[in-house]
């Protein structure tokens, strides 16, 4: 079996949104799985002195146009949620919480929180509002509120994010295929070029 | 007959080169022509608040490995020039200047610089430099420095910067399809896609 894609991401990132509705289908279409990998975009950004797309002036109103026009290429629902940007810590604890326990859930469960962020426009922000999405999958929402503020899965985020900048991810979304790098929604397609005829 | 995709790019940039290798042949199976515009990244930059791509930690070594990379996909031939950055004032101020007398040629010429760029690896950066590669298409060199030169022709080059980025143009290569924006060479495929669909 071929190693996992990795596919790093923040759950504030509309083109992570974008590409979290495409990366299972096409790994799967080339006999692989995926590794998903929530981390904390702002750190990054300290490293790399970026800010925010909305935040920029020229590349801000810009990008507002592209989100939604990527998303109608996709046929995808799009609604930016108020406020935005946001820092997403309950929803990625959440995530290298459950994915301790299932990691296949896991996958689904961040799945389903994008949805919730950028499909229908509302940021589940906490314990509760986690809950609230997690309990028709069967997660127990109490102990995912738990989870969130142990202090094992806030160690747990921030050793994600320290790995994932420390090996080059400095966007969202950012794949890497048998250790090759491709940050963006937009190159997808080469992802999928790179599987099907192993490099270039 | 439909009006021209508008080509906006900077002379050192390597995406617009791998987009210039491109663009006229993309744009002629929609029956459509290019109106290249160089302008100076640099000057978007200060707009921004954006550094050169190279000179940022993380991204940096990415985009150094994605350049060649992205070229080796398109079987293009690709060399970083030494020094990189570099600004392509002179290269620039050329084309405006040719472009006034012969758009066709001063087209064919924006290409010919870009191959001598990242093609061979080498910046005509001077007059002396720019009048070599002009001379077998039949410019005349001695012209071409003195129109360097010119205080209309700077000023030009000045004037298409600010309407680029009054425009929204922050990035190289930027393509404008009937006012639609696209930016980036990665973005090819789309822009090809607006033109046949008509838009989505």
Redesign the interface.
């Known amino acids: 079996m071929a190693e996992p894609i990795e596919f790093y991401f923040d759950f504030s990132s509309p083109y992570g949104y974008l590409a979290s509705c495409q990366i299972d289908d096409l790994a799967a279409r080339h006999g692989r799985t995926v590794r998903w990998r929530p981390f904390l975009l702002g750190v990054?950004f300290k490293?790399?002195?970026?800010?925010p797309l909305v935040e920029?002036?020229?590349?801000g109103?810009?990008h507002l146009?592209?989100f939604a026009?990527s998303a109608?290429?996709l046929g995808l629902p799009f609604r930016l949620p108020t406020p935005f940007p946001f820092a997403a810590i309950a929803a990625s604890r959440a995530f290298y919480w459950l994915e301790a326990r299932d990691a296949a859930l896991a996958n689904r469960f961040a799945k389903r929180i994008y949805q919730r962020i950028f499909g229908e426009g509302q940021v589940p922000a906490d314990a509760a509002a986690l809950a609230e999405l997690a309990a028709p999958m069967g997660i127990d929402g109490a102990a995912l509120a738990a989870g969130i503020n142990d202090p094992a899965i806030k160690d747990r985020l921030r050793q994600a994010t320290d790995e994932a900048?420390k090996r080059?991810?400095?966007g969202s979304p950012f794949i890497y295929i048998d250790g090759e790098?491709f940050?963006?929604h937009?190159?997808l397609?080469?992802v999928e070029?790179w599987l099907a005829r192993g490099g270039?």
């Open positions: 990054a490293e790399t002195g970026q800010k920029q002036p020229l590349r109103p810009y146009h592209d026009r109608r290429r900048i080059g991810v400095f790098p940050w963006g937009d190159r397609g080469q070029e270039w």
